[in-house]
T-cell receptor
């Protein structure tokens, strides 16, 4: 039973570019949350998707957008990249009815902006 | 404005002894508090949680204590084992907004 799969694992982009990160949730999960973890800090909540809609959003600018597909997989898009966007991006899947129980995290995508 | 704080970036403990990791929070509206463990190159994994209406929860070697008046929680690991060496994150959850609010983490090193 595959857990949460994120791709790519590492990525280097130039300032001003756009990036798309992908997440496949654990089998049976219908909700996907995205987090940004800067070096030396805890993960920061970006947004959560359920039923292909953004259900909740953290304190991130509109440059950060997402999408959830009918198969529950999700994408995180970041436009006009800044050096400060360099971080580990974590995807977590869960059941909508499960609250925080059963949050399963992927290993993350390490984004470096140069 | 950090709502969840872990003030110790690292902690070194002898194998077999007790490890105590601490966490403070500012928001009284959190419904649950959680501890996650993270190894390098892996995502965080859920360890143990406690409801805001409880003051203690135990699971094997792991016990979490909650002091609501002090807005403080702690994770006790007894006895500490080499495999416990990891970064431990304290997180808080609110039923009203589905968000996990995380501390900055404490790196636990278990010495043989």
């Amino acid at each position: 039973d595959a857990g949460v799969t994120q791709s790519p694992t590492h990525l280097i982009k130039t300032r001003g570019q756009q990036v798309t990160l992908r997440c496949s949730p654990k089998s049976g999960h219908d909700t996907v949350s995205w987090y940004q973890q800067a070096l030396g800090q805890g993960p920061q909540f970006i947004f959560q998707y359920y039923e292909e809609e953004e259900r909740q959003r953290g304190n991130f600018p509109d440059r950060f957008s997402g999408h959830q597909f009918p198969n529950y997989s999700s994408e995180l898009n970041v436009n006009a990249l800044l050096l400060g966007d360099s971080a580990l991006y974590l995807c977590a899947s869960s059941l909508s009815s499960g609250g925080f129980y059963g949050y399963t995290f992927g290993s993350g995508t390490r984004l470096t902006v140069v | 404005d950090q709502q969840v704080k872990q003030n110790s970036p690292s902690l070194s403990v002898q194998e077999g002894r007790i490890s105590i990791l601490n966490c403070d929070y500012t928001n009284s509206m959190f419904d649950y508090f959680l501890w996650y463990k993270k190894y390098p190159a892996e995502g965080p994994t859920f360890l143990i949680s406690i409801s805001s209406i409880k003051d203690k929860n135990e699971d094997g070697r792991f016990t979490v204590f909650l002091n609501k008046s002090a807005k403080h929680l702690s994770l006790h690991i007894v006895p500490s084992q080499p495999g416990d060496s990891a970064v431990y994150f304290c997180a808080a959850f609110s039923d009203s907004n589905y968000q996990l609010i995380w501390g900055a983490g404490t790196k636990l090193i278990i010495k043989p």
